[in-house]
């Protein structure tokens, strides 16, 4: 099975990007199931990680980094590429991971 890292943006409104990161996370995994889709930044920040804490995110990115340069591809997602995306795709292509950017937009397709 190809494993995935999902990445999407975060900072800002970060609970609003949260939901929308999770309607996306299920929507991947519905309409790839031959797929192994992780976002495990989303568990970080829902259990204790503060992304608006300039250290706490640093330590989040590096953990984003490490996980998906272990991956096979990265799927970008969302209405835009941030910086913090920027830094997961460059872990990722530094590994040779197959770089995924058809899903670029604010919300997943309508069902």
Same mark, same amino acid.
């Given at each position: 099975?190809?494993?995935?890292? /999902?990445? $999407?943006?975060?900072?800002?409104?970060? !609970?609003?990007?949260? !939901? !929308?990161?999770?309607?996306?996370?299920?929507?991947? +995994?519905?309409?790839?199931?031959?797929? #192994?889709?992780? &976002?495990?930044?989303?568990?970080?920040?829902?259990?204790?990680? @503060?992304?608006?804490?300039? &250290?706490?995110?640093?330590?989040?990115?590096?953990?984003?980094? &490490?996980? #998906?340069?272990?991956?096979?591809?990265?799927?970008?997602?969302?209405?835009?590429?941030? @910086?913090? /995306?920027?830094?997961?795709? &460059?872990?990722? +292509?530094?590994?040779?991971?197959?770089?995924?950017?058809?899903?670029? $937009?604010?919300?997943?397709?309508?069902?």
């Amino acid at each position: 099975m190809i494993v995935c890292f /999902m990445s $999407h943006p975060v900072a800002g409104d970060v !609970l609003g990007n949260l !939901l !929308l990161a999770r309607r996306w996370l299920a929507w991947l +995994q519905r309409h790839y199931p031959e797929r #192994a889709f992780i &976002a495990p930044w989303i568990d970080w920040i829902e259990t204790g990680d @503060d992304d608006s804490d300039p &250290a706490q995110r640093e330590r989040g990115l590096r953990r984003d980094e &490490a996980v #998906a340069a272990r991956c096979d591809e990265i799927w970008l997602v969302g209405a835009r590429l941030s @910086d913090g /995306m920027k830094r997961e795709l &460059a872990a990722a +292509q530094g590994a040779g991971a197959r770089v995924r950017t058809d899903h670029l $937009h604010k919300h997943p397709p309508e069902e």
